[in-house]
């Protein structure tokens, strides 16, 4: 996404430079923040797609990483919005926790039916979603401290009324047919229905920051939020929509995985509190706010993927996984760094020569 900040950025360098009119197609193509995860992503899928043969390239194989990059990415994409616009969300990992238990517990232990769990579950994403994005904007405390607090709170609560509530901390459920087919299914047997979500979503909120005002009120706040309040952006109501955006991401992939597998655990989604951050930045989207796109952040959600289910499929010795994957995810964010710095610093020739 290239979205130029005039008028809201006064006094500071614009977030997104835009590319020269008369530059060529592939010139203009190396200013935008998707281009370096693109490379990413080709460059991982070639690299195990030549070390992980056959295996690696078979529906299954591609089931693997596909079914990761869904989950992943429902919740990164709000997740990456937040981050466009200046903030962090890390309290993902319990809502889905708290998400998914909510479900399992309304439905599978109280017997309620299958709709009034699913509200519950997404309702609890909502409204902590609520919560993270009222005290933010109003305390000016940093997200990170605040959404940890959730986080670390949350998964407390989880845990006590779990326990307070059903005696256990995983508790089974039988989804309906309906549910099971719009949640959990496998199509082919390997293929998760959460693929199509993440595309919807992908989608829907592509038309959102390229084809609505609302889009570049995001870019504009993360470029320079007292800019943007000055022009008349309600930051504060923003923020907190972004925020209960992401709440709603994290408690769609926990009701996904317990209609899935039939059942939550309190200690599910705890992985996806950084893995969520680091596909964002794989991505290309900039930590301190004002750039990015949502095709980039889809990007960087597969070469995360692919990466981490990739090295099983090589044959190497699984105890260097962790090492080859912090490389090729280093590997992959200096490529972003690359095309970021060569995006910010383009400027057209009339402004070099004044």
Request: include cysteine; aromatic fraction near 8%; glycine fraction near 14%.
């Amino acid at each position: 996404m290239t979205t130029s900040l005039t008028g809201t950025t006064a006094g500071k360098e614009p977030a997104v430079a835009v590319p020269k009119q008369s530059e060529s197609p592939l010139g203009q193509l190396r200013h935008r923040p998707e281009v370096g995860a693109l490379i990413g992503t080709i460059s991982v899928f070639v690299f195990f797609a030549i070390f992980g043969g056959e295996k690696f390239l078979a529906p299954a194989g591609a089931a693997s990483w596909l079914n990761i990059a869904a989950e992943l990415g429902i919740i990164a994409i709000p997740v990456g919005l937040l981050m466009i616009a200046g903030e962090l969300d890390v309290s993902v990992g319990s809502v889905l926790a708290g998400s998914s238990m909510t479900l399992a517990i309304v439905s599978g232990h109280w017997g309620a039916p299958m709709t009034v769990g699913i509200l519950c579950a997404l309702g609890l994403g909502l409204l902590v979603g609520l919560l993270n994005g009222i005290i933010v904007t109003r305390t000016n405390v940093h997200s990170l401290i605040v959404t940890l607090a959730t986080l670390s709170g949350l998964a407390g609560l989880t845990l006590g009324l779990s326990r307070v509530t059903t005696g256990t901390t995983s508790v089974p459920i039988n989804p309906d047919p309906l549910s099971k087919s719009l949640f959990g299914q496998l199509i082919g047997g390997q293929f998760e229905v959460a693929i199509f979500w993440w595309i919807g979503i992908a989608v829907l909120v592509t038309v959102l920051l390229t084809m609505m005002k609302y889009g570049n009120w995001i870019f504009a706040i993360g470029g320079d939020k007292e800019s943007a309040r000055a022009t008349g952006i309600p930051v504060a109501r923003v923020k907190i929509a972004l925020y209960m955006a992401s709440g709603l991401g994290a408690a769609l992939v926990g009701v996904i995985q317990t209609i899935l597998y039939n059942g939550a655990q309190v200690a599910n989604g705890q992985s996806f509190v950084f893995n969520s951050i680091i596909a964002v930045v794989i991505g290309g989207v900039l930590l301190t706010g004002g750039y990015g796109s949502v095709v980039g952040v889809g990007l960087g959600t597969l070469t995360f993927a692919i990466v981490n289910q990739g090295i099983y499929y090589t044959g190497w010795n699984s105890d260097w996984a962790s090492l080859i994957l912090g490389i090729l995810i280093l590997a992959a964010v200096l490529m972003n760094n690359t095309f970021r710095r060569l995006a910010l610093s383009y400027k057209p020739r009339s402004a070099k020569k004044a």
